[in-house]
């Protein structure tokens, strides 16, 4: 980054709840680095609305390298201090454990010859007097071996506590490394570096429930099933909350939906909302699920009527468009709630790029050609990656299968509206953003074909 920018780009932050600056980037890491400024997550510029600190190319690779160097060298001086404190107090006590057994080996040798001086000269005496028993030597010889035990059982016992300091000194370093890794993952999954955060996980570590979650989640985003199955299984093996147990149950089922296995799913989603009749992401997978299979009239029965979950303002609002495009029976009340739609769709919270899509195609649908024009421009407008950024949780289905949903529902209409310039340019977007770079292509090409003037197509 050159200077100019460190000291010219002025950004608002939101802090612990509170809006701080005006800053420089410059006096950003300052604050950062004097420990004024622990965390943020939002920022904005004096000419861009409040984005997520990751979504911010320049701040957000600054955070990320400040960050990182600082967890970096504070723990490692931390933990270094600490090993080097240990390493000298153990060796400290192996050395007097080696003095002791060379002591305690001197002692039982001694002892050892003596008592077969105290034999041999007993020997003698009984030859020489018959009337003097030898049992008279016996005491010394108990006095002995009794000295040489204390000693050894010395030696055991300092063994022992050496051992049982080590174990301590293990699961000292153990939990140390467990906060380094956690605060570590807490930034990594921040920025949405699933790699980094599962080159951290160790299946021998004892992570408590929230770690494990989040290395559940780390996983199915990087596609590893196998992996986040085998850390449900180890959590459902003990003794849980029912709360607790039906989130690794809704995990199983985003798991079967990703496998494509409905029935499986839909049965795991059920079961999470009979331990937790509250859980959303549980009755929001279900709704999906339902859909998925065409089941209407079930993903109807467990719709909601409002989704309070944090950045998925508008899966609600999505949800009923689904099950609109499902249920053929499509009444004047329909038509009530979606003019109301059309009016609130137009605010800056719902603009999720697949929604518009969608209230787009359905307006074409209800033949409301000129709303649904406006509606589709505003779609091409959204940045792409909006739900994306917004919606991060794995515990949540839905926004992976959002723009999945999407395409199908345009692909079933496109013998209907392939003359439709924004419908072909919307096909396109939907396919980059699948990754079908020459889908996308090929679609745009026909609507600038049609239309090669619009400044929405280009």
Do not use: C
Not at 79 to 85: V, W
Not at 336 to 359: G, K, T
Request: charged residues 25%; aromatic residues 10%; without cysteine.
């Amino acid at each position: 980054m050159d200077q100019d920018q460190l000291h010219s780009k002025i950004y608002i932050i939101k802090s612990a709840q509170q809006i701080l600056g005006p800053f420089t980037i410059k006096e950003i890491i300052d604050q950062i680095w004097e420990k004024k400024i622990h965390a943020f997550d939002e920022v904005k510029t004096p000419f861009t609305r409040w984005s997520f600190l990751r979504d911010d190319a320049a701040l957000g690779k600054v955070f990320k390298d400040i960050i990182e160097s600082r967890v970096n060298s504070e723990e490692t001086e931390d933990l270094t201090t600490t090993l080097e404190k240990t390493a000298f107090t153990v060796s400290q006590k192996l050395l007097q454990i080696k003095e002791l057994s060379h002591h305690t080996a001197s002692v039982v040798d001694y002892h050892s010859n003596s008592f077969d001086d105290y034999k041999d000269d007993a020997e003698d005496i009984m030859q020489k007097n018959s009337s003097i028993s030898v049992i008279s030597v016996k005491p010394g010889y108990k006095k002995s071996k009794s000295k040489a035990h204390r000693y050894i059982y010395m030696l055991i016992l300092l063994v022992s506590i050496v051992l049982f300091g080590s174990l301590l000194l293990e699961e000292s370093m153990q939990v140390k490394s467990l906060s380094v890794n956690s605060t570590l993952w807490d930034r990594s999954n921040y920025l949405g570096d699933t790699k980094t955060v599962l080159s951290i996980y160790d299946s021998k570590a004892k992570y408590n429930a929230e770690v494990n979650y989040k290395f559940i989640e780390a996983n199915i985003s990087e596609n590893k099933y196998l992996e986040a199955e085998r850390i449900i299984k180890t959590m459902s093996s003990e003794n849980l909350p029912s709360k607790d147990r039906a989130k690794l149950l809704n995990y199983s089922g985003v798991i079967e939906l990703e496998r494509q296995n409905f029935d499986a799913a839909i049965a795991a989603f059920k079961n999470a909302l009979e331990l937790d009749p509250g859980f959303e992401e549980a009755q929001i997978n279900l709704v999906d699920g339902y859909l998925l299979i065409d089941d209407v009239v079930q993903a109807k029965a467990f719709l909601p009527d409002e989704v309070k979950l944090e950045n998925a303002q508008s899966t609600s609002v999505y949800l009923h468009y689904e099950t609109l495009f499902f249920d053929e029976n499509f009444t004047p009340e329909d038509d009530l709630w979606l003019n109301e739609v059309f009016s609130s769709a137009m605010q800056p919270y719902d603009q999720r790029q697949e929604i518009m899509i969608l209230l787009g195609l359905l307006l074409l649908e209800k033949k409301f050609e000129n709303e649904s024009l406006q509606i589709f421009q505003r779609a091409l407008d959204v940045d792409p990656n909006f739900l994306h950024k917004n919606v991060q949780s794995q515990a949540l289905y839905h926004p992976k299968v959002v723009v999945q949903k999407t395409l199908v529902f345009l692909k079933r209409f496109e013998y209907k509206y392939q003359s439709n310039p924004y419908y072909l340019a919307s096909m396109a977007m939907l396919y980059h953003k699948t990754k079908a770079d020459i889908l996308a292509r090929k679609y745009l090409e026909q609507a600038l074909r049609i239309d090669s003037s619009d400044a929405f197509l280009q």
